[in-house]
C-alpha cells in the first residue's frame, strides 16, 4: 500500500485503516454482481420501464410477485416496496460464487463468523450492518431462476434501449463506515481506499474487488446524488456495447 | 438521452467523465450507464 494511501486513510480514522492494513482475501470464489434486487412502489410499472430499456426478457416468481428483467448476463429481481424502512430503493445485491455449492459458502460464512439465512431455491443471504442483503449464489443465477420462475411475455416493444454486457460497480452508502468496513472486509477481502473522482460530491471510496469489478462503500449522505439518504444501493453502474465503426 | 426520457426516466448530467449517461427509475433508483468500447 502506497504511503499515500496510508495517509488518506488515517484522514478516515485508525478503523479504517487498520481494516485496510489487514491483508485478506474474500473466502469467495466471487465472479462479480450478478443482480441487484429493487423495492419498488409498483412492480408493473417498474417491470415496463426496465424491459423497454434492456429488453422483454421478464420472469415472474410462480409464487409471489417479484419479477425478473434480463439486463445482459444479470438483471435486476424487481419487488413491491412492502414495509421496508426507508421506502422504494435498492436493496439487496447478488455476488455470483463460482462453481457455487450451497453448504461451502454456509460453512465458509460459519467461519468467518457472518449469520447467514439459506433462500428457498436460491443462495445464501447474509445482512449487512445498516441491515441491506447480500446473496451469495451461483454466477449466472438466471439460469437458476427458471426453477422457480417463469418467462412471461412482457407488454414492452421494439428494441431495447440499452444492451448491457455487464453491472460494473455499485456503490453503497453506508452509516457507520467502521462497521461496514470490517463486515465486507470479512466477506469480500482487504478493501483498498480510493480517491474520489473529479466530479465526485464525497471525499473518497471503500473499495472491494468483486471478480473484476468494483464495490464501494461512501459514507451516508456523500452519495452523489441524494443528500439526506438513508443506508443502501447509491447507485450501480453497467457497461453497454458501444460500437465504433471503423475504430 | 431523448429516448430514455420517452420511457419515463429522468436523466442525469453525467458523474465521471461525460461519456455516459445516468438516469433515475420512476422509484427514483439510479443507475449509471458507461460505454463498453469495442474497437
Known amino acids: ?247 | 438521452m431523448k429516448e430514455l426520457q420517452d420511457v419515463g426516466a429522468k436523466v442525469l448530467p453525467p458523474i465521471e467523465d461525460g461519456s455516459g449517461v445516468d438516469f433515475l427509475d420512476p422509484d427514483g433508483v439510479r443507475t449509471q450507464v458507461e460505454p463498453l468500447r469495442n474497437t
Open chain 1, 1 to 247: 500500500m502506497a504511503r499515500r494511501e496510508v495517509l488518506t486513510l488515517l484522514d478516515t480514522g485508525a478503523f479504517a485503516a487498520r481494516a485496510a492494513l489487514a491483508a485478506t482475501n474474500s473466502p469467495f470464489d466471487l465472479t462479480g454482481i450478478d443482480h441487484v434486487t429493487l423495492s419498488v412502489s409498483d412492480v408493473d410499472k417498474s417491470v415496463m420501464f426496465y424491459s423497454r430499456i434492456y429488453g422483454a426478457t421478464v420472469m415472474k416468481d410462480q409464487k409471489g410477485p417479484k419479477s425478473y428483467v434480463k439486463m445482459g448476463p444479470h438483471y435486476l429481481a424487481i419487488s413491491r416496496v412492502g414495509k421496508r424502512k426507508g421506502g422504494p430503493g435498492a436493496y439487496q445485491i447478488g455476488l455470483g460464487v463460482r462453481n457455487f455449492q450451497l453448504s461451502e459458502v454456509k460453512h465458509s460464512l460459519d467461519q468467518i463468523d457472518i449469520p447467514h439465512h439459506e433462500v428457498k431455491g436460491g443462495g445464501v443471504l447474509v445482512a449487512d450492518p445498516d441491515g441491506n442483503l447480500v446473496e451469495l449464489w451461483a454466477e449466472n443465477s438466471w439460469n437458476e431462476l427458471g426453477k422457480s420462475a417463469s418467462l412471461i411475455s412482457s407488454p414492452a416493444r421494439g428494441e431495447p434501449l440499452l444492451r448491457p454486457t455487464t453491472i460494473n460497480h455499485l456503490l453503497l452508502a453506508v452509516s457507520d463506515t467502521a462497521k461496514s468496513t470490517a463486515f465486507y472486509e470479512r466477506l469480500l477481502g482487504s478493501p483498498r481506499i480510493t480517491a474520489a473522482r473529479p466530479r465526485d460530491n464525497f471525499s473518497q471510496r471503500i473499495g472491494f474487488r468483486v471478480g473484476k469489478y468494483q464495490f464501494s462503500l461512501a459514507p451516508l449522505n456523500q452519495g452523489i446524488h441524494k443528500s439526506g439518504q438513508l443506508p443502501g444501493v447509491d447507485h450501480f453502474g453497467i457497461n453497454k456495447l458501444l460500437l465504433i465503426m471503423g475504430g
